[in-house]
């Protein structure tokens, strides 16, 4: 018997009859044990022996034989390594073949230019002044067609900045020309805004086939005003609002996003109880959806650091809200990496070999008509993968880098136990980190695991 690398053990807390919870995110496996499995099974990874005869375990161990037996029928053990790297090629290629099915997603950045002035700002450092021309336009979308002819599903397009929804002529005819070629090449449409103009968009925005708007509220009116104001100095949380109001009754999906750390956390119960009296909580995700993002360190981004937050210290303080505050589990059920998909599903996500979509289902196109992999690199030179306007020059080697990072190219990935939930992270972190796109952006995966199963400790039980 071979000890699968990927079992991870968790603890409920203040639970008295299932106490502990195993997983395999390889197999798909998910079981609750008792004190004495869970007693059992932990001896067995203490003893570090990872391949040994059930005799051996039922002698040398005092292992139960029908525990033994169950382990190997739900994928925690297996006959030999060679049979638990068989199941792991096989899920690696159906996971190919999943991502060759998932739209891809085209960022085009019309300008970087922004109309607001935020405490926080993800491009900081990146001054490239201009906005984006009709002729580079046209050739960013024929280069599209040439570029995804034989995908299998097309992909859409996403304005991004910057702020693309700047209320000018210039960038109104911007918007109204990506329009036309979207009708033409039949893409949908998504931007993400900072919401500042998104009113005096709604009538143009409802000519298109649109898949979602992303807007950012980060609190309250007060909080918010506070950490996004316009580059006057302008509040911005009343057009916001007004602006998310029309979309929703024009049937425009919202996306909203709020950015969270010290600073605004405890001011996300006022938020939900806002937007829970406007009835958004009540509409269905296929229209208004909610995503709370980290406040973080990204690049030479100017944050004042002693207001970030780790990932387990955000979502511990999120969890802690939720449970004093009901009205914050209507506003948003926390992911966990895997666990609200395991209640919602009643089985574990598929395992996920790469988290980094850059140059996979990601490509960004800016003004100039150069080519970045993902959102995180765009208008960094270092990260520029090469232009399509004047000419395509494209450096394929560099993006053969992104396109081959997965946890099966990291070294740090391929003994992590974690490897299949965490998927190496962000590639451009990493870089940024460690020097290297084939390094390891790892992400605190148990921790966030134990959160989880506590979190959804009531609905874990129902399911068993």
């Known amino acids: ?65 029908d525990l033994a037996n169950t382990l190997f029928e739900r994928g925690y053990l297996y006959n030999s390594d060679s049979d638990e790297q068989k199941l792991f090629d096989e899920k690696y290629l159906e996971f190919q073949s999943i991502n060759a099915e998932t739209q891809p997603q085209i960022f085009l950045i019309s300008t970087y230019g922004c109309n607001l002035n935020c405490s926080y700002c993800y491009q900081q450092g990146v001054d490239k002044p201009g906005l984006i021309s009709e002729e580079v336009l046209e050739t960013i979308y024929h280069y599209l067609e040439n570029e995804f002819s034989e995908a299998k599903v097309k992909p859409y397009i996403t304005l991004f900045g910057g702020e693309p929804l700047i209320n000018t002529p210039a960038h109104r005819k911007v918007v109204e020309k990506v329009i036309d070629l979207n009708k033409k090449y039949g893409y949908q449409l998504a931007a993400v805004t900072n919401g500042y103009h998104l009113e005096e968009y709604i009538e143009l925005l409802k000519t298109a086939q649109i898949k979602e708007i992303q807007v950012t509220l980060d609190g309250p009116e007060e909080i918010h005003n506070q950490r996004r104001r316009t580059k006057a100095g302008n509040k911005t949380f009343e057009k916001i609002i007004s602006g998310i109001k029309k979309a929703l009754e024009n049937n425009i999906p919202i996306n909203l996003r709020v950015v969270v750390d010290k600073a605004n956390l405890n001011e996300l119960v006022q938020l939900a ?69 395991l209640v919602e599903n009643g089985e574990m996500a598929f395992p996920t070999f790469d988290t980094c979509p850059a140059c996979k289902s990601e490509l960004v196109f800016d003004l100039y008509g150069d080519v970045y992999g993902c959102t ?89």
């Open 273 to 341: 109880e806002l937007l829970d009296s406007q009835g958004w909580l009540d509409l269905p995700p296929e229209l208004f959806k909610t995503q709370i993002g980290r406040n973080y360190e990204l690049i030479d981004c100017a944050h004042d650091e002693d207001i970030l937050m780790s990932r387990v210290g955000l979502w511990t303080e999120v969890a802690k809200l939720m449970e004093q505050y009901p009205v914050l589990k209507k506003f948003h059920r926390p992911q966990y990496y895997g666990i609200k998909y």
């Open 1 to 65: 018997m071979y000890l699968s690398k990927y079992n991870r053990l968790t603890k409920l807390d203040n639970s008295t009859t299932h106490q502990y919870v195993i997983f395999n995110q390889l197999s798909g496996s998910v079981d609750f044990l008792d004190e004495g499995e869970f007693s059992q099974i932990q001896t067995l990874i203490d003893s570090k022996i990872r391949q040994l005869d059930l005799p051996q375990m039922s002698q040398t161990l005092n292992f139960d034989k």
């Open 376 to 464: 995180a690199s765009c208008g960094r030179e270092k990260y520029r993968l090469g232009t399509v306007y004047p000419e395509i020059d494209i450096d394929e080697e560099r993006i053969s880098q992104w396109t081959s990072r997965d946890i099966t190219s990291i070294p740090e990935c391929k003994n992590c136990p974690d490897a299949l939930a965490c998927g190496g992270g962000c590639g451009v972190v990493a870089a940024e980190k460690n020097g290297s796109i084939k390094s390891a952006d790892c992400r605190p995966i148990m921790d966030l695991w134990n959160l989880g199963v506590n979190f959804y400790q009531e609905e874990l039980k129902s399911l068993a």
